[in-house]
């Protein structure tokens, strides 16, 4: 048997403390390249700030993080950027009086940027420009928003928003691509145009997902992790998660994990 492939991230032992509030405590789990990995669990459980402390918006209080097996913990966000981790987040994080092409257009240069050699300032910038604008389109027909590029984003519908914030995700050129509750306030139909995009990603974009849609949850997912009060309950297979006992103490009163 050949080894397994080594994990993309690693958390050790991760916390975030608000004071003496414990929002993420301890919190250890792998995800491994190519996975499509869900986080679930009820409100408050400390989704959200586990994010943060992956994509690099929060500091962690203890614990450690490796993407690839390096410690990435103390860097700052634009540094984990560069090293491949995307993010929505719950709040949206668009320029609403800008185009939908110009928001995916400035990630897409930011990552150019970040990548570039020397040269002649302005003809490569040029260059760039052109490359990222043929990047920026594709992505926007990739996400479903092919007619929609010269409207300001503020025009957009709330689920064209969330498409918009994947495409913008998507220009940075993921390894990770972390996305925060993608279907809250969709319609069924935009929820399943969602889940068809998420589910076609290429393999080289692993993908973390929060989702309260346990439905959307179910059919992407093929690795759980289940989250209650801050703590890491279980990480397994679809099939076992739904059969855990603690899995559905957990939920009770909030969310039934149905199958
Ligand atoms: P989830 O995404 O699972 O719903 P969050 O990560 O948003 O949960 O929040 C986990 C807990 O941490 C909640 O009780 C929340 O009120 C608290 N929390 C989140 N951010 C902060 C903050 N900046 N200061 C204090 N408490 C916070
Ligand atoms: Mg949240």
């Keep these: 048997m050949s080894d397994p492939a080594p994990d993309l991230l690693e958390l050790r032992g991760v916390s975030k403390h608000f004071g003496s509030f414990r929002a993420v405590d301890e919190v250890s789990f792998t995800v491994r390249p190519g996975a499509r990995h869900a986080v ?11 994010f943060g402390l992956v994509s690099g918006t929060l500091p962690a209080s203890a614990g450690s993080l490796l993407l690839d097996g390096r410690d990435v913990t103390r860097l700052p966000v634009h540094r984990r950027v560069g ?3 995307a993010a929505t987040f719950q709040h949206s994080s668009l320029f609403l009086p800008e185009t939908v092409l110009e928001n995916v257009l400035l990630a897409a240069l930011r990552r150019a940027g970040a990548g570039a050699g020397r040269g002649p300032a302005g003809r490569r910038r040029a260059g760039a420009r052109a490359a990222a604008t043929a990047q920026a389109r594709t992505l926007l027909e990739r996400v479903g928003l092919p007619t929609r590029h010269d409207l ?12 918009l914030e994947v495409a913008v995700a998507l220009a940075t050129e993921p390894r990770l691509l972390l996305l925060d509750e993608p279907a809250a306030g969709m319609s069924p ?3 399943e145009r969602l889940t068809k995009l998420i589910a076609a990603l290429p393999e080289e974009v692993t993908v973390l997902l929060i989702e309260h849609d346990l439905d ?6 093929d690795t759980v992790t289940v989250m209650h009060l801050g703590n890491h309950l279980t990480t397994g297979s679809p099939d076992e998660v739904r ?9 009770l009163g909030t969310t039934e994990v149905s199958s």
């Design 83 to 85: 090293l491949g981790i």
């Design 40 to 50: 679930i669990g009820p409100n408050g459980a400390g989704k959200s700030t586990l």
């Design 152 to 163: 300001p984003a503020a025009e957009l519908s709330h689920g064209e928003r969330r498409q």
């Design 216 to 221: 959307m949850v179910f059919e992407l997912a």
């Design 189 to 191: 139909a935009e929820t």
């Design 243 to 251: 059969a855990s006992a603690e899995v559905q103490s957990a939920y």
